[in-house]
């Protein structure tokens, strides 16, 4: 069985390989927040390839259940997360319930869709971690609901401090199967990107919003 830093380098080589992550240090992307950044990072794309779909979803649940322990629910956060926490919440035997961006404007005014009783045990599946805001709001909308949140797992992490910030702030604890650094790792010695692009790549990391100007 592979060690969890083997998992986390199987996963950064395949999204690497499937282009749903693209590093282009100098000819950055420009986020919806104005950030200049290195990475575009698409995992919905992980979903058209049935060897890399099946090996995220055997790694979710085997880290949740060595995390968490099992929970009664797994919840999906909109919209990159419904499809991996379905995927999840079939493999566990579980029920499924997603959590929207916002609440519903219309019908019943739903922020959280599914069946679900107050007092059960949650884990909320994400496909990215940027900031942690859309996932912190997700938390915040169950715990209103009576939910007990065991904690949160995604795919992949910017390792933002922000995003450790608010996750402490928010008494989450929040897992990754892989990350920025070992996606930086991986892509050097497989020749995505060179050594002369560390440095750059690194000080993004550090500082997003300022990174680039």
């Not at 060690?3 to 693209?22: G, P, R, W």
């Not at 045990?121 to 942690?132: A, F, Q, R, W």
């Not at 060179?194 to 550090?206: A, F, H």
């Amino acid at each position: 069985m592979l060690k969890n830093n083997d998992k986390a380098i199987k996963i950064a080589e395949y999204l690497l390989k499937i282009k749903a992550v693209k590093l282009e240090p100098k000819h950055p992307f420009t986020w919806a927040s104005g950030w200049n950044s290195p990475i575009y990072c698409d995992n919905r794309i992980s979903l058209s390839y049935p060897e890399v779909r099946d090996y995220i979803k055997t790694a979710f649940c085997e880290l949740i259940t060595k995390e968490f322990g099992m929970p009664d629910v797994i919840v999906g956060v909109a919209t990159g997360g419904l499809p991996q926490g379905a995927l999840v919440a079939q493999e566990l035997n579980l029920p499924f319930i997603y959590v929207r961006s916002s609440a519903k404007s219309h019908g019943m005014g739903n922020m959280i869709e599914g069946h679900y009783q107050k007092g059960q045990k949650v884990v909320l599946i994400e496909d990215l971690i940027s900031t942690g805001g859309s996932s912190i709001k997700g938390v915040e909308a169950l715990k209103n609901e009576g939910l007990q949140i065991l904690g949160l797992a995604a795919i992949f992490t910017y390792e933002f401090d922000l995003a450790d910030s608010n996750f402490k702030t928010a008494s989450c604890i929040a897992k990754t199967l892989s990350d920025y650094s070992t996606l930086i790792e991986v892509a050097i010695q497989n020749n995505y990107i060179s050594v002369n692009d560390l440095e750059s790549l690194q000080n993004w990391r550090k500082d997003p919003s300022k990174w680039n100007k």
